[in-house]
């Protein structure tokens, strides 16, 4: 396996995989709807466009295996996780035809209400992080989450994320992630986590 930058011709894979990967998480339940197939096919429409912006700040690990890719793990640098109202509007087209107008106000209720849980001090932001359902439980996740924060070490940098499925709690715990915040998004638990640098 290697990890790597993923570039603009990876994302429709990642996008992809992503949209397999986090089809069942429980808050994409709630915004998109019991369907599995519509969540998927939402969250390739949504997520497409959101990760060709993060593949162009080259904040985008491909973990590989030959030519599959089978995990994406995003590392926004500092600075570099609030999106800009700019881009926020090119990302709305791609929201309303993934989630719908319903599903595009679930949408921004569950983006604000993590923006207002967003470190003010500089940070790297961890994000999304998935494997391909195929290759679950193989240590892809935590080969890519090892990466991220050694990159943010080399910085002496504080790492921060978010995250709506309990297990992922206890894999962060383990690369030094602490739980700072709990907060119900739409209903859903969400658990806000905080690393300072390990050096």
Same mark, same amino acid.
């Given at each position: 396996?290697?990890?790597?930058? @993923?570039s603009?011709k990876?994302?429709? $894979? *990642?996008?992809?995989l992503?949209? #397999?990967?986090? /089809?069942?998480?429980?808050l ?9 197939g519509?969540?998927e096919?939402a ?22 295996r030959?030519?599959e ?10 600075n ?11 990302? @709305?087209p791609?929201i309303?035809?993934? $989630? *719908?107008?319903?599903?595009?106000? #679930?949408?921004? /209720? ?12 500089p940070?790297?932001?961890?994000g ?13 996740g ?5 990466e ?13 994320l ?10 962060y ?19 806000f986590?905080? /690393?300072?640098?390990?050096?």
């Amino acid at each position: 396996m290697r990890i790597d930058e @993923l570039s603009l011709k990876d994302v429709p $894979a *990642g996008a992809g995989l992503l949209a #397999r990967g986090m /089809r069942d998480n429980p808050l994409h339940g709630r915004v998109f709807g019991g369907d599995p197939g519509r969540r998927e096919r939402a969250l390739l429409r949504m997520f497409q466009p959101f990760l060709y912006q993060q593949a162009s700040r080259r904040q985008l690990l491909g973990a590989w295996r030959d030519r599959e890719l089978m995990g994406i793990c995003g590392l926004s640098t500092p600075n570099g996780c609030r999106v800009p109202l700019d881009e926020k509007l090119m990302l @709305l087209p791609a929201i309303l035809r993934g $989630a *719908g107008i319903v599903g595009a106000w #679930r949408v921004f /209720r569950w983006t604000r209400a993590w923006e207002k849980l967003d470190p003010d001090e500089p940070h790297w932001h961890l994000g999304p992080v998935v494997v391909s359902p195929d290759y679950q439980g193989q240590g892809i996740g935590s080969a890519l989450i090892e990466e991220f924060c050694r990159r943010v070490d080399r910085h002496n940098g504080l790492a921060y994320l978010e995250t709506d499925k309990p297990i992922n709690v206890r894999l962060y715990q383990r690369f030094g992630f602490e739980v700072i915040a709990e907060r119900q998004v739409l209903g859903v638990p969400n658990w806000f986590m905080l /690393r300072r640098a390990m050096i």
